[in-house]
């Protein structure tokens, strides 16, 4: 039958205090090297782990992050969570943490109680947050009850409350238009995200700013996808000698083109501009 490998076997072997074996594991103790190796040595020959229960009951920390997102619609992926996802594991797993990732709740009482269950029970030392929106209460309940964590997003430019990292979506989509001037082009249209939207309006900022840089003609077209569609019909006939590449829009300004391609196949419009 299998018996787990205990600290006191691994003391045992190397003839020393199991006491002993636990400070060297965490970096406190003062031993010679000789009786460092010996330990390090009946660790590798006798393949003992540590106990992250045990550990964690000593320590008063679990080692494991906590994290949820809002489910994209089931008609549509999302390659950036899954990266972004990834990422948090290999980040976490370098410095011996791990991700835990718990359902998420439209109604914010159940995703709030949520949070609290798990910080109070001490499964998660702490949470990383993406859903930075106006008006979201998480970030005000995490703060108010010293729960720690990070956000990737930002609620305000002056906002100084809680550590984040965030993309710069402004300058982003600045750049993108830039580049569609450079190619020679002087009317170009936003396919604009809800009104409700932080990264939405962020985003915005940057076509607002480098629309007037460049004393170009704009307009801006409300989401949905239905409503998407037919703003891409008018775009075609309206620019009579332009016609706008649907990748484009993809890319840059919509990512809901694609699915407006898929709801009506036959008249998604074809290449790139001239």
Partial sequence: MFKSVTLKDVAAKAGVSYQTVSKVINNKANVSPETEKRIWDAIADLRYTTNYSARSLRRRRSNTIGY???PAPPDQSNPILDTFLQSMFRAAEEKDYYLLCFPYHADDKNLLKVYRQLYDTGRVDGFVISRLNYKDPTVPYLLERNMPFVGFGRLDEADKSFPYV????GEGVAQAI?????LGHRKIAALA????????????EGYYLQVRCCSMWSSIFPSGLDLLFQ???VLLQTFNNHRI???TLQRLFCPFAASCSAAHPDASP?????
Avoid at 178 to 182: F, M, T
Avoid at 193 to 204: F, I, K, L, Y
Wanted: net charge negative; glycine share 6%; proline share 6%.
């Fill in 178 to 182: 830039a580049h569609l001037v450079s």
């Fill in 68 to 70: 949820t997102w809002e």
């Fill in 270 to 274: 074809s290449s790139v501009m001239p």
């Fill in 193 to 204: 995200w809800p009104e409700d939207s932080r990264v939405g309006n962020n985003r915005m």
């Fill in 245 to 247: 590449a649907h990748t």
């Fill in 231 to 233: 703003v891409l019909q």
């Fill in 166 to 169: 965030d993309v710069d979506g």
